[in-house]
Every structure is written in C-alpha cells, then in structure tokens.
C-alpha cells in the first residue's frame, strides 16, 4: 500500500510560480510511474503531467506544455510539479498518483493510488 502526500499549494498572481511536492511511503516509490492530475470546481480530473519510473521519460498535457515540469528524486520517494506562468484556469485542486505500469498511462484508471490533493488558486 502507498501513500501520497502533496504538498506546496496556494493563492498566486497571474504570473506567478509554485512548486508542488508529493511524498511516498509504504511501497517502492522507484517502481511507480508517477502521475500530476487536476480537478477544477465542475470539471472532471485531469491529466497534467506523468514521469517514468527513472525520471527518463515525461509526458503533459498540451495546456501547461512548456510552462510546468515534472521531475522525481528516488532517494527522497518524492515527486515535484514546477509550475510556472500560471494563469487563474491553472487554478484547480491538484493530486499526485502511482501507476504501477511501464506504459506511458495518462487516464485516471491507470492510476492506483492518490494523494489527498492540494489547493492551487491563481488569482488574475
């Protein structure tokens, strides 16, 4: 059983940047591909942004592409989201995920295990 706990969230300017981080336990956090996922008041849960077990490969949605990255440190069982340029329809809760698969998963349903989420607000 893992546990995901983020970490990092809060109210930013238009603009601005944040750096969420996501800390494991109770499993091989190295044998996880790892996933950043949002949901917005309404709206369904969303893919963000995906890194392989050895920080190698990443994936993103078109929407933040070039403005956030995804990055892990095996020896810390931590993943970050470096956001950067954010814009109020960044603004959304965010959850990090486990995925115990190579394949370079995007969907919600690949995902086993979630942290509890942690707000992020982008004010304009």
């Known amino acids: 059983q893992v546990q995901l706990v983020e970490s990092g969230g809060g109210l930013v300017q238009t603009g601005g940047s944040l750096r969420l981080s996501c800390e494991a336990s109770?499993?091989?956090?190295?044998?996880?591909?790892m996933g950043w996922f949002r949901q917005a008041p309404g709206n369904q849960r969303e893919f963000v942004a995906a890194?392989?077990?050895?920080?190698?490969?990443?994936d993103y949605a078109d929407s933040v592409k070039g403005r956030f990255a995804i990055s892990r440190d095996n020896a810390k069982s931590t993943v970050y989201l470096q956001m950067n340029s954010l814009k109020p329809e960044d603004t959304a809760v965010y959850y990090c995920?486990?995925?115990?698969?190579?394949?370079?998963?995007?969907?919600?349903?690949?995902?086993?295990?979630w942290g509890q989420g942690t707000q992020v607000t982008v004010s304009s």
């Open positions: 995920a486990a995925a115990a698969t190579l394949s370079r998963v995007t969907s919600t349903h690949s995902y086993r295990y």
């Open positions: 109770g499993g091989t956090f190295s044998s996880y591909r």
């Open positions: 890194i392989s077990q050895s920080g190698r490969d990443t």
